[in-house]
C-alpha cells in the first residue's frame, strides 16, 4: 500500500537558520504530494502542495520540489523564523487508483530558537 | 474565507457511551473525510464520503462507526460503545478535487 517517510524529529534551529525536513514515498500509482502544517493546539493547514513530477509548490517562504526519481517531496525554507515552530507532516493522495483518502507521515516536530 | 468547522471542541465520556461528532463542510465541496490522531501518533484516514455514500473507508472504520450526512450542511460521524483506545483528535476535512481543507479538530476523551 501507499506510504509516506517522513525524517525523525524534533528539528531544532535557530532563527533564521536553512530548514530541510526530508520526505519519501512509495505509490502505486501517481500520487499528488502535500505537506500540511499543525501549529500547537490547531489543526492541519496545507502549506503547499505538487500535483506531478518536477512541479514546485511554495508557500510563506517554504518550497517543495517532486521528484519522481527519487520519490521525494522534501520540504526547504531559507531562514526559518520562531513563528515556524510547529509539526510538518507529509502526505500524498492517488487519485489515479481512485483513492482521494490522504496518507500521512508521522510528522516531524520544528522547533526554532530566537 | 469559508473554512471547515467542528463541533464539540472536546468531548469527554464514559467507556460504552456513544457519540456524535459533528462537522460542516465547505459548503461547495463534494467529498468529506474524517480522520484521526491519537496524541503523539500520526494522522490516520478514516472513512471519505461522496454522493451520499461512503467512498472508501479504512481498517480502523469497522461496525463500531458510521457516518451521516443528515441534512445539506452536516457530516456527522458516530462512534457507538465507545473503548479508550477512541481517544484522540478527530478531524473533519472536505474538498472539491484533490485539495483537502480540514476543520480544528474534535478532542474526544473516553474516560
Known amino acids: 500500500g501507499d506510504s509516506v517517510t517522513q525524517m525523525e524529529g524534533p528539528v531544532t534551529l535557530s532563527e533564521e537558520a536553512f530548514l530541510t525536513i526530508n520526505c519519501t514515498y512509495t505509490?502505486?500509482?501517481?500520487?499528488?504530494l502535500f505537506w500540511y502544517v499543525q501549529y500547537p493546539g490547531e489543526g492541519l493547514q496545507l502549506l503547499l502542495k505538487?500535483?506531478?513530477?518536477?512541479d514546485k509548490g511554495s508557500n510563506k517562504g517554504f518550497e517543495a520540489t517532486y521528484r519522481k526519481e527519487t520519490t521525494s517531496f522534501h520540504l526547504e525554507k531559507g531562514s526559518v523564523q520562531v513563528s515556524d515552530s510547529a509539526v510538518y507532516f507529509c502526505a500524498l493522495s492517488d487519485a489515479f487508483t481512485g483513492r482521494r483518502a490522504l496518507t500521512f507521515g508521522s510528522g516531524t516536530r520544528l522547533q526554532v530558537q530566537p | 474565507e469559508p473554512e471547515v468547522t467542528q463541533t464539540p471542541s472536546h468531548q469527554v465520556t464514559q467507556m460504552g457511551q456513544e457519540v456524535i461528532l459533528r462537522c460542516v463542510p465547505i459548503s461547495n465541496h463534494l467529498y468529506f473525510y474524517w480522520y484521526r490522531q491519537i496524541l503523539g501518533q500520526k494522522v490516520e484516514f478514516l472513512v471519505s464520503?461522496?454522493?451520499?455514500?461512503?467512498?472508501?473507508k479504512s481498517e480502523i472504520f469497522d461496525d463500531q462507526f458510521s457516518v451521516e450526512r443528515p441534512d445539506g450542511s452536516n457530516f456527522t460521524l458516530k462512534i457507538r460503545s465507545t473503548k479508550l483506545e477512541d481517544s484522540a483528535m478527530y478531524f473533519c476535512?472536505?474538498?472539491?478535487?484533490?485539495?483537502?481543507?480540514f476543520g480544528p479538530g474534535t478532542r474526544l476523551t473516553v474516560l
Open positions: 476535512a472536505s474538498s472539491q478535487k484533490d485539495e483537502q481543507f
Open positions: 464520503f461522496y454522493n451520499n455514500e461512503i467512498s472508501e
Open positions: 505538487a500535483t506531478k513530477a518536477d
Open positions: 505509490a502505486t500509482g501517481y500520487p499528488s
